[in-house]
């Protein structure tokens, strides 16, 4: 694979991931004695590390271009751990952590500091599908993390421009 194809597969597969956490992964709709309206907890809300993982990648990505290839393919390397662990964070606690931003957004909002289960201040919840999609999107971008550890790239040759030289006469340049 080409440098240029592995990098672009890398950016695609990061802003994915960036993508899919920007998104509103549960919303709460409030009373109007909470200030009404609508919560959004974002997975950049829910778990600030994905913000840091993924600008590490940036500049992993950036870093690539004035480096050799074994450095970038280290540092992808030390890097691929990191995603499996936010996947498996996210997995598993991503329920729970929505709820703790939940009730810092509402404390901060009202003032008041409560259980979710026995709030006075929430109407409705809904969940919405980026929480899986945030989690394909880490799986794709772990796969692509190991191709660019693994995987060797190739280096483009530049073509030498073929000459429309006619052959010498050799007759002609004894005169």
């Not at 592995?6 to 909470?34: H, K, N, P």
């Not at 692509?144 to 421009?161: F, G, R, Y």
């Amino acid at each position: 694979m080409t440098r240029t194809k592995l990098l672009l597969s890398w950016l695609f597969s990061t802003g994915l991931v960036a993508i899919t956490a920007a998104q509103s992964w549960q919303s709460f709709e409030l009373f109007e004695s909470a200030g009404g309206g609508v919560i959004q907890i974002t997975g950049f809300l829910a778990f600030p590390v994905i913000g840091t993982l993924i600008s590490l990648q940036v500049v992993i990505m950036l870093l690539s271009l004035l480096v050799k290839p074994i450095v970038t393919r280290i540092l992808a390397a030390a890097t691929f751990p990191l995603m499996i662990w936010s996947f498996f964070s996210v997995l598993l606690t991503s329920e729970i952590q929505v709820r703790e931003t939940l009730a810092s957004v509402l404390a901060a909002q009202t003032g008041v500091v409560e259980d979710l289960s026995t709030s006075e201040f929430l109407v409705s919840s809904s969940v919405v599908v980026f929480t899986s999609l945030f989690l394909i999107s880490v799986a794709l971008n772990a796969f692509v993390l190991t191709s660019v550890a693994l995987i060797p790239i190739k280096h483009q040759k530049p073509k030498a421009a073929k000459s429309k030289r006619e052959p010498e006469d050799l007759w002609s340049s004894q005169n």
